[in-house]
Every structure is written in C-alpha cells, then in structure tokens.
C-alpha cells in the first residue's frame, strides 16, 4: 500500500481508475458542451422570468388601478378579486398564446434536454468506469421483471381457474 500511495500515477493504471481515466476524455467533452449549453439555457430561462415578471406587473398595475374604484368595504372585497382574477386570467393568456413567449420556452426546453442528455452521458461513463450497469440497463431489467410478473399472474389465475373447475366435478 505504501508503494502505491508514493506513486499517485500508479493508482490510475489499476482496477476502476483505469477504466475512469481511460474515460475521463469523454467526461471532460461532455463537461465542455454542459458548459456552453448552459449559457444559452441561461439566456432562454432569463427571458422566460422576464416575460413572468414583465406580465405580472403590467396586470397588477391594471388591477390597482381597478381597485381605485372599488369601494373597500367586506362585500367588495370578493369583487376585487374576480377583478383581480380576470386581468391577471386575461393577461397571462394573452403572454402564454403569444409566439414569442412560445418560441422561447421552446428552446428552453430543448436546452433543458440537451442538457439532460450530457449528464446522462457523464453518468452512463462513470457508471462503465466503475462496472457497473447503465440506467438503460437496469430499465430493461425492471420491464422485463414486470412482463414476468404479468405471465405469473396470467399462470397463476389459469390454474385456479382450472383448480375450480377440478373442485366443481
């Protein structure tokens, strides 16, 4: 053990460090792209809250103006609220029907997956570094444990079915 502490490089030419420095190109390639991914998810998720924060206050602005006129007595304070809840209904449909507010969130989203996407590669990467199965893998395993749980079952309801008929004779 002393030997191999005295010699850090040593360590990486064995078992799973092996296999992670080997990969580790791969990983630095993903880490790259995650980077100039997330200045543009950056950008688009930006514009997404401004576009929120922008309609949110245009809305209230009108709501305060409405509520000027409404008296403030306990009756009128459900008024206010559908007034409150008209504009901000109006308003907010307004921003999620526009094309703009449409074509960003677009490419939010598609950055958001993009993004995904790298992380899974980074994971799947450690994952074989380390001998162990990819997520892919181990969800094969689950649908086919579930397709074997159904035949059972199927099996199992057959052979009752069968054992009632035996019974009844």
Excluded: C
């Amino acid at each position: 053990m002393h030997l191999m502490a005295s010699k850090p490089q040593a360590l990486t030419s064995i078992g799973p460090m092996r296999a992670f420095t080997s990969n580790s190109k791969k990983i630095s390639t993903e880490l790259i792209e995650i980077n100039e991914l997330l200045g543009e998810f950056s950008q688009y998720y930006t514009e997404y809250y401004k576009q929120l924060a922008d309609t949110w206050s245009v809305a209230q602005k009108k709501v305060n103006k409405k509520s000027q006129k409404v008296p403030q007595d306990a009756e009128q304070i459900d008024s206010l609220k559908r007034v409150w809840l008209d504009i901000f209904d109006n308003d907010f449909t307004e921003l999620f029907d526009s094309g703009k507010f449409g074509e960003n969130y677009g490419k939010l989203v598609s950055k958001e997956l993009e993004l995904t996407k790298h992380w899974n590669n980074i994971t799947n990467v450690i994952l074989q570094s380390a001998n162990l199965p990819s997520k892919e893998e181990i969800d094969e395993v689950y649908k086919e444990i579930h397709s074997l749980k159904k035949r059972v079952a199927k099996v199992e309801l057959e052979l009752k079915k069968k054992e009632r008929v035996k019974n009844a004779k």
